[in-house]
């Protein structure tokens, strides 16, 4: 199944977006977009494809997703059936992955940065303490506006960069050939 390019440019206008869902139908295509998203699930459970990795999801689960990643999420064929009327309650950051020029970028001060952005370009799945600080984190950046909100966000990928408190989704050997074109 070929994904659907969601341009997520305008929603954003070149900074951050912030988006919450509250569904009782989730059945996400299977999509990507040329920006990064960042996905806590607040509330609900399902099924969630990111790259060539399917996975449940539930309550308190966060990932990052890197820009034109295929991915989607859905309610599990068991859910449908058990006729539950179970709400899903996500929050959903984008944001653009070229804030910064190449020079800046390729400095020895951003190198776990830039680690933690290859990473993301698989998805990652936070765990632990660095999943708990993270979830208060976004849940402030939600209400912020502005230069606060890019700062929160700066934040929270410096604290993710230096931490190993996450998985990787979709495979090494995972090859994304899709573009916006």
């Known amino acids: 199944m070929k994904p659907l390019f969601r341009d997520v440019d ?11 869902i509250k569904t009782f139908n989730l059945n996400d ?19 969630r494809i ?25 309610f599990g064929k068991d859910y449908v059936s058990s006729k539950n009327d179970q709400e899903v309650h ?3 950051i984008y944001f653009h992955p070229d804030w910064f020029d190449e020079n800046v970028l390729n400095s020895a001060d951003f190198a776990k940065f830039m680690t933690l952005i290859r990473k993301i370009e698989r998805g990652i799945k936070l765990v632990g303490s660095t999943k708990a600080r993270t979830i208060k984190a976004l849940l402030k950046l939600k209400n912020s506006r502005g230069l606060e909100r890019i700062i929160k966000l700066l934040d929270i990928l410096d604290f993710v960069s230096k931490s190993d408190e996450y998985q990787c989704l979709a495979s090494e050997s995972y090859s994304n050939g899709y573009s916006k074109n």
């Open 10 to 20: 305008p929603l954003i206008r070149g900074s951050i977006s912030v988006k919450e």
């Open 29 to 47: 295509q299977f999509h990507f977009h040329n920006v990064h998203e960042i996905a806590l699930i607040l509330k609900g459970s399902g099924k």
């Open 50 to 74: 990111v790259g060539d990795h399917i996975e449940n999801f539930t309550d308190g689960d966060l990932i990052f997703l890197g820009r034109l990643l295929p991915h989607a999420s859905y």
């Open 90 to 92: 996500a929050l959903v």
